[in-house]
């Protein structure tokens, strides 16, 4: 009995340092969100005490500051240097022209190399045959430095770029070593390797002889990781705690894994506590009757943690019932998965209403979840592109991001994939279902990622406008929310693509919610007719639904309102 007992203690032990940190969790809303609820986060492994071998984590090694990604706890007092090191090729959207820029914050020093030849060196020294920081540094922006053309030194083929990170000594408080890699051509820059991509990293040894020119990182078993657990949750203001089970699958084709508990049978308009690692967390269950709502919504999330972090705080002061968030949310191209610990935890950090709830999500999918980032209406790629994201969020049917969430009666939200890993034909008729079993219900919107009635900033889907657009106008939709453009956008009632203010759609966009934002023509109104307003700002919408009708009320991160437009029911 005592040796099982020592063996599930020490089972434990190794899952628990597998599993390093979790980044999360988040409440997810898909079916009935007046009764059930999705709780997920990612377990990553690797990401804390993984030390002593190569293992792979997100950039933004350290500790100390609060700004590490990937947090060295072992670090202080232990060791001085960590090395990391990572593939990479030229992508095809590189300018042949283009300069290569690496782009680094760092406390104190640290050392670069290029497939073993060093490339930088900053506040670094060789005293008596080993390196040693010149002065303390403190990582209080990016530093820039020109590396050459990036044809010259990276060709067609793949490099690793490695780099050791150093500290002042095993007693400093705080070591940052967060390295990115730019290219700039004609005044603009190209991310090769950005923030929060995931890096191999050796932390608590110094590294063995020719690590600058391989890679060799290794996971843990499945035996290692694999834990049943529950998870306590109860109706806020009683005391007895329920147990639900934890499930977890792998996160896409990595090492990771994805927890999550989906919770059934919850009492409509109640806040529900639930226990996570040491934390305890609130949501409210959304309520009967789908009256009066009010909901944030906006795509394309996340270019910089800065903003993101902004925009998802202000999501969370708005007191919104739910976010609708309509693709390209961590942009990762189904190729970086490290994107979304980021921003799994910058939701669970920040998005809180000023009661302290968390705000469950309803997501839809845009191209940046996809290989290959690609609007495909005709002929798209179909879910095995998209594995972060479906393994990431719970869809009602197995490999499609379309979905249909009520709330009551009178209440309805249709997502839709708009040619990313599904055609538009192959969801019409669903579409056309929907709309038709929902004629009855009084408020009624759709949402996708690419926007069939833009700015001009990029080209419209006609695609959407010639095969969607007439069901939104026969079934009176109230609304549709586009994203993907980079711009804040606004459109007139639209029936056959011209303006009509009793039979039309209108259409909110486009996608400016945590990215560098693009241009909006100047003459865009001009040739488009159907906008109503256009702007380079980064937004996201807060939508108000009374009896009588609803109002969309645009603001930025500060809570600056820019746009505002009122309707009433079309039904």
Not at 59 to 71: L, P
Not at 171 to 179: A, C, H, K, M, R
Not at 272 to 299: M, N
């Amino acid at each position: 009995m005592m040796t099982m007992l020592l063996r599930l203690l020490l089972l434990f032990s190794l899952v628990v340092s597998a599993r390093g940190v979790d980044h999360g969790p988040i409440v997810q809303w898909s079916e009935n969100p007046d009764s059930k609820a999705s709780i997920r986060w990612i377990e990553r492994v690797g990401a804390a005490g993984r030390e002593g071998k190569w293992v792979k984590g997100p950039g933004g090694f350290g500790y100390g500051d609060d700004d590490d990604t990937t947090v060295l706890r072992g670090m202080e007092n232990n060791y001085q240097s960590v090395a990391i090191r990572r593939k990479f090729s030229l992508p095809d959207f590189l300018p042949k022209d283009a300069t290569l820029y690496l782009a680094a914050r760092y406390d104190d020093g640290f050392v670069a190399w290029l497939d073993g030849e060093e490339i930088v060196r900053k506040n670094v020294r060789i005293v008596d045959g080993k390196e040693q920081v010149i002065n303390k540094h403190e990582a209080r922006g990016v530093e820039e430095t020109l590396l050459g053309k990036a044809a010259d030194l990276i060709g067609s083929g793949e490099k690793i770029l490695a780099v050791e990170g150093f500290n002042d000594g095993k007693t400093s408080s705080d070591f940052t070593l967060d390295i990115r890699l730019v290219g700039k051509s004609g005044g603009k820059t190209y991310v090769l390797i950005a923030e929060g991509d995931e890096w191999e990293y050796l932390a608590g040894e110094k590294p063995k002889a020719g690590w600058r020119r391989t890679t060799e990182a290794t996971e843990l078993s499945e035996e290692d990781r694999e834990l049943v657990e529950t998870m306590d949750y109860r109706i806020e203001g009683e005391t007895e705690w329920k147990s639900a089970t934890i499930e977890r699958h792998p996160f896409a084709e990595t090492a990771h894994r994805v927890g999550h508990v989906d919770l059934e049978g919850l009492p409509a308009a109640s806040v529900i506590e639930f226990k996570h690692g040491d934390s305890s967390y609130r949501f409210r269950t959304a309520p009967k009757d789908g009256v009066d709502l009010r909901f944030v919504t906006g795509g394309d999330m996340f270019h910089e943690r800065k903003l993101l972090d902004a925009m998802n705080a202000r999501a969370g002061a708005e007191d919104p019932m739910f976010a609708l968030l309509g693709g390209d949310l961590a942009y990762t191209n189904d190729s970086n998965p490290a994107r979304w610990f980021i921003w799994f935890d910058s939701w669970a950090e920040n998005a809180r209403t000023p009661g302290g709830l968390m705000v469950p999500m309803v997501v839809a999918i845009g191209n940046h979840e996809i290989k290959g980032a690609s609007y495909r209406p005709n002929d798209a790629p179909g879910p095995e592109m998209a594995k972060e994201f479906f393994s990431l969020f719970k869809m009602p049917e197995t490999g499609q991001a379309r979905q249909a969430i009520d709330i009551g009666d009178q209440f309805s939200l249709i997502l839709l994939d708009s040619g990313h890993s599904a055609t538009l034909a192959s969801q019409s008729a669903w579409l056309e279902e929907c709309l038709k079993e929902r004629q009855g219900v009084k408020r009624l919107f759709v949402c996708y990622h690419r926007p069939a009635w833009g700015s001009g900033a990029k080209d419209d889907a006609v695609e959407i406008q010639e095969q969607w657009s007439p069901l939104f106008e026969e079934y009176q939709v109230d609304a549709v929310f586009e994203n993907d453009h980079h711009v804040y956008a606004r459109t007139h009632p639209v029936y056959e693509g011209k303006v009509d203010e009793i039979r039309g759609v209108p259409y909110l966009g486009s996608g400016a919610w945590g990215v560098k934002i693009r241009q909006v023509p100047l003459d865009a109104k001009e040739k488009r007719p159907w906008l109503a307003e256009a702007e380079a700002l980064n937004h996201l919408y807060v939508i108000e639904c009374n009896e009588n009708g609803w109002t969309a009320v645009a603001k930025k991160a500060r809570g600056t309102e820019f746009d505002r437009v009122e309707r009433k029911w079309r039904r």
